[in-house]
């Protein structure tokens, strides 16, 4: 490997023979990083590994951009914002561009849940992480790193091992969205639906101004959207609704009316109806429940 980068270049790696005996713990065993790193501007950045690793390798690109290639397929392009994992045990290489220089955080994870997380079917072709989950993964690398590099007992690394699991199922979500569509560069906004309806539950949307948020038709929005949250989206977006009026429910003396016109319902009779279809309790229940 030949690797220049600039100054906030990071690279932690844990002793083998301590994580043998680590990963042995409960709450350590399911999934815990053994490699942590930061490499910046990472010009020259270049890895071969002919017989793989134990460990999966998963790598985020933040600036510039760079390549990844399994033994026997392609390479795929690594682009600002996309994110690779490469399956444990696969031969691979990877690089960045001479011309744009890659930013990447990247982690090495293994564990029980690995694969449930991150393979094995998945190949190293690189997909989105959506905006909004970017700060998250950087903020969860970022504190993972630090309280690593201040030791290494078996309560950093149990810590750090929660820290993976938030990790991985940022990566999972990020990967369920790019199986949505066969161009996992051009993802439907189902996240943008998501935001929209959270911001209007004290009003109404319908089905047309959601698959808008989507850039989608009607038909293949519900689809997706179906697929991503087990709910069709007026369904999901009523849930939201019901969840906010039980909060209010819960934590004032509003009446059931008052609270039933808050969340965008006119009747309340079909209020509280819907409310103890979801919730299981009538909305006086629920309240009672609540606040004794």
Known sequence: MDRRSGDQERLLALPVHMMDEYAAHPLVRP??????????????HYWRRTEGIEAYVIMYCTEGSGWVGLDGERRHEVRKGELTVIPAGAPHEYGSSEESPWTIYWFHMKGEHASSFFGPERSAEPFPIPVERSA?????????????????????VIYASQLAGHLAAIIRLAYAGRQETPNPRRQPNIEQALRYMTERLEDNVSLAELAAQAALSIPHFTQLFKKRTGYSPIDYYLRLKIQSASQYLALTDQSV?????????????????L????MGKSPSAYRSAHQD
Do not use: M, W
């Open 136 to 156: 998250a993964f950087i903020g969860l690398f970022d504190e993972c790193y630090e309280f690593l590099r201040q030791g290494h007992s078996l309560e950093h």
């Open 275 to 278: 409310f103890k279809k979801i």
């Open 257 to 273: 009316k008052a609270v039933s016109l808050r969340a965008g319902f006119q009747d309340p009779y079909y209020f509280s109806r």
């Open 31 to 44: 999934l815990h990083i053994t490699d942590i790193g930061c490499f910046p501007k990472a010009r020259n």
